[in-house]
């Protein structure tokens, strides 16, 4: 079977990829840009939304790993041109993934005040992460549906339903977003930080919806729970344990971060809010050709089409050092812009231009990281994933981050460790993935 990997074709999967892609961090960005510039307690409004969205990406990126794995499963399938033998598997990981999700948020719920004392949050800004938690949680489950079903999509080779329901999702977010925190005079209160939260928790519910109609009218794949469980089940919980492991080492990184930042002070942690929604957008714009070599590398490898999985690894490389340049590019233009979106709070903005550039310059290195991360998980090659990041997290990142805060670097520190972190998580995938495929490509 003749599988396309021509730029068109990348592009034709990349570009939706990478625009449902940036509806998660652009629900945090609007929450940010918009609490940021209230006229009530607006620092630390946006320090709880950044300690919130901390946690929240923490989880959604532990159970969200149902995308890459349901993702790397099908797509195998449709390249082995199997698809028939797994077309139960998503709505059963579905079902598995949301009870898990139900069951996080009656263990958190109650202890939220205790779990972000953790995070070095006090006072004020403990009060608002509180009650911002405690209403974006319940958006938690549809988020996770939504996602395990943009993996089934993304098996299916195609990003452009997944594209179509993250622009509703991300539009609706941001009228609400301005309707709910300022509030219309005479008809809606202004809900401050609360409104922020319900305005993501309805645009959750609302992709969620949309998520079942397209997959259910659009695609094969049904949502009717069948038993016994399909073949391949534990193959997928495998992945799912392997990412699982992987990403805790992921928000132990997250952690460490938003909880020095916290500790320094309310203009540093609002400072990092700023700098680490940004961090995330930038990995999401990534995550389209990060998908696209998710999709393709799964269906070569499903099809044993060796030399294209090469020759695919090769153009991807040179995209991402290509996007990675640009968007660097983009962000030194905009440089001081950029931060008078978020806020007007002159120690906050002080404390962002500082650290900002670091940001910008480790944009080429993520964008190789987040692209061979995509390549591996379509392989579904989930253990070495695992073990890449433990040693980039416990091994690079923790020490750099312990040195340069014990030198009083503050943000400083953080990004610094930060860059040497993704550098430690892209440079031994390309390694290994060329080692295993050179020979077999040769072979083919």
């Not at 930060?418 to 020979?439: D, E, S, V, Y």
Request: hydrophobic share 55%; proline share 3%.
């Amino acid at each position: 079977m003749k599988i396309d990997i021509s730029l068109k074709h990348i592009n034709k999967l990349a570009i939706p990829a990478l625009i449902s892609g940036v509806s998660e961090p652009i629900l945090s960005l609007t929450d940010a840009a918009i609490i940021g510039n209230i006229e009530i307690n607006a620092t630390e409004s946006l320090a709880a939304v950044g300690i919130v969205s901390t946690f929240l990406s923490m989880l959604i990126w532990v159970l969200g790993q149902t995308r890459s794995a349901i993702s790397s499963i099908v797509s195998q399938y449709v390249g082995a041109n199997k698809l028939e033998q797994v077309k139960n598997l998503p709505a059963q990981a579905i079902l598995i993934i949301t009870s898990l999700s139900i069951l996080i948020i009656l263990s958190t719920y109650p202890f939220a005040k205790s779990i972000f004392k953790l995070y070095n949050a006090s006072n004020l800004i403990l009060d608002y992460t509180v009650i911002y938690y405690k209403i974006r949680v319940l958006g938690f489950p549809f988020t996770l549906f939504t996602i395990a079903v943009f993996g089934a999509f993304r098996g299916l080779q195609n990003t452009y339903y997944p594209m179509i329901i993250a622009i509703i999702g991300a539009v609706s977010n941001i009228l609400l977003d301005i309707v709910l925190v300022y509030g219309i005079e005479g008809y809606i209160p202004a809900m401050h930080i609360e409104g922020a939260a319900y305005a993501s928790v309805a645009a959750q519910i609302l992709m969620a919806l949309l998520s079942a109609y397209f997959l259910l009218k659009k695609t094969v794949i049904p949502l009717k729970i069948s038993f016994p469980f399909n073949k391949e089940i534990n193959r997928f919980i495998l992945m799912i344990l392997n990412l699982f492991v992987r990403t805790i080492a992921l928000n132990v990184t997250l952690y460490y971060a938003s909880a020095f930042a916290t500790s320094y002070g309310a203009s540093y942690i609002a400072a990092y809010t700023i700098s680490i929604n940004l961090w995330f957008l930038g990995a999401f714009i990534v995550d389209g050709y990060a998908s696209a070599g998710n999709i393709l590398s799964g269906k070569l490898f499903g099809a044993q089409t060796y030399v294209a999985l090469l020759e695919l690894s090769n153009k991807l490389i040179k995209y991402g050092i290509i996007i990675g340049v640009v968007l660097g590019v983009v962000g030194a233009v905009f440089y001081y812009p950029i931060g008078r979106v978020f806020t007007k709070e002159t120690e906050v903005l002080k404390e962002f231009y500082n650290i900002f550039w670091i940001i910008l310059a480790m944009q080429p290195f993520c964008t190789l990281a987040f692209i061979f991360d995509g390549i591996f998980k379509g392989l579904g090659k989930m253990k070495y994933l695992r073990n890449v990041l433990l040693f980039s997290t416990f091994l690079v990142f923790i020490p750099i981050l312990f040195l340069l805060d014990h030198l009083d670097y503050k943000l400083h520190a953080i990004f610094i460790a930060m860059t040497f972190w993704i550098i430690a998580r892209g440079i031994p995938l390309i390694i290994k993935f060329r080692k295993i495929f050179i020979p077999l490509s040769q072979n083919n």
